[in-house]
């Protein structure tokens, strides 16, 4: 009995040895991923709008969430990004949003317009078809 002990006592010791118990081992740096920023499409009243309007997320990658009843796709006025068709509920993929001066639209829904600002000051005036009127 006392051999299986020793033994056991010996094997404990081993293990502690090989996986760094008693020492100390350097931790690696934690990282904390940023959030993306987010324009929401929402449904206000049976006003289907953009938030934040205008947007001063230019230069950024940038994730619109659906938080509407119907479907939604995003398209800049230029063509240069479509986020494909988001449900409700849903977030679109990742997109590059250019900088100050940009305005986008829903496709299904073209009377949904949107501007990315430098922040300060008034949007963007919107210009091209989807903006007549408003």
């Given at each position: 009995m006392r051999l299986h002990a020793l033994a056991l006592a010996s094997i404990a010791g081993v293990?502690?040895?090989?996986?760094?118990?008693?020492?100390?081992?350097?931790?690696?740096?934690?990282?904390?991923p940023t959030p993306t920023p987010t324009i929401t499409i929402v449904g206000q009243n049976g006003a289907q709008a953009f938030s934040p309007n205008p947007a001063s997320f230019g230069g950024q990658t940038v994730?619109?969430?659906?938080?509407?009843?119907?479907v939604h796709r995003v398209v800049l006025n230029d063509g240069s990004v479509d986020?494909?068709?988001?449900?409700?509920?849903?977030?679109?993929?990742?997109?590059?949003?250019?900088g100050s001066g940009t305005n986008y639209h829903c496709?299904?829904?073209?009377?949904?317009?949107?501007?990315?600002?430098?922040?300060?000051?008034?949007?963007?005036p919107c210009t091209g078809?989807?903006?007549e009127g408003y």
């Open positions: 293990l502690s040895v090989g996986c760094g118990g008693g020492g100390s081992t350097p931790s690696s740096p934690s990282t904390t994730v619109f969430r659906n938080n509407d009843s119907v986020t494909g068709d988001i449900a409700p509920g849903a977030t679109s993929r990742a997109v590059a949003m250019p496709q299904l829904h073209p009377g949904m317009i949107g501007a990315v600002s430098s922040g300060s000051g008034p949007p963007p078809i989807y903006c």
